[in-house]
C-alpha cells in the first residue's frame, strides 16, 4: 500500500487484507518500489489535501510514475476512492473524477453491482453480482465523454451503483472502472471498510471483503 | 523580467458545474439579474513568471499546464493570459 501525505484509510486496508491472509505494508510514498510487491493498493484519504484536485498532485509523483512500470509488468493495481482518483489522474484509468453534483460530501452506504467482473481482483464474482460498500467523498462523480467510455468502459469490468443508489450525479451510475483484463481497479467506494459483519449497518451486508479473497486467491492461483 | 500570469481552468461546456449552477439559479436569476445568462465557476491561479518576453513567460506557462496537469483536458478548459 502506498501512502501520500494525506492517505488515512492505509490502516483499515491493512487489516482488511490481513483478513484474508494476505501480508500487506504500508510504504511512504518516497520509499515505494513496485517490483518489491505482488499487488499495489493505493488506500483512500485525502493526499496534499486535495489540493488542485483530488489526486492530482500524488499523480505527478515519483511514485506514480513507477506505477506505469507495475501496469506494464501486469501487476495488480487498485485505487480506492482518493486512490481511484489518483489512478485516473495519472492516466492508468480513463475518465475523471469531479466534485459531487450536490456540492456536498457524502458519507453513506450504497448498493452496487458488478458487469464483467474479470481479473485479479473481481474474478470469483460473477457477473451482474450485487454488493454493498459505504462511499465518503467530496469529489466522486465520474465523468467520461461518450466515445471513450464506447470505446473502454463498456468492454472493460466496471462496478456501478444500483438505481436510486448513486450518491453524487455520476455518469452511467459509474461507481468503479478497470482496465480491459481487470489488473487495475479503481473505485470511489471503501471494500476495506465493508471487510466484515460488524461493520455493516442494517440492511446491507459487507460487500468488500470479496474483493481482498478474490486478490489473495488470485496471487495463490493466478487469474 | 518578471510577467504576471494568469491561469484560469473552468469546466468544458457539457460538463456539469454544479457551484455555477446554484450561483445562477439561486442567487442570480432570485435577485432579478434574468440578463444574466449562465455562470460558470473557475479556478484562478496567478504566477510571477521569469521571462524576457510577456511570449515567453505565457508559453513557459502553458507548457507547465499540459505537462504538470494543472488543468485535466478530460473535463477542463484552461486560459493562460497576461494580467491586466
Redesign the interface.
Known sequence: MVKFPGTNCDEDVFHAARSVGLEPEVVWYKYFRPSSWDAIIIPGGFSYGDWLRAGAIAARTSAADSLYEARDSGAPIMGICNGFQILVEAGLLPGALLPNVGGRFVCRWVKLYVERPRGPWLKVLGDGDRLDMPVAHGEGRYYIDNESYYATVVKSPVLRYADGWNPNGSIYNIAGVATEDGAILGLMPHPERAYTDLLAPRGFTPGGKILFKSLADSLRKGW | MLHRIEVVVK?KHG??D??GE?IHRHLILRKGYSEVKSVRVGKYIAMDVEAETREQAIDKVRELCER???Y?P??HDVEVRVYG
Open positions: 469546466n460538463v456539469r454544479p457551484e446554484t504538470l496537469r494543472l485535466n478530460i473535463v
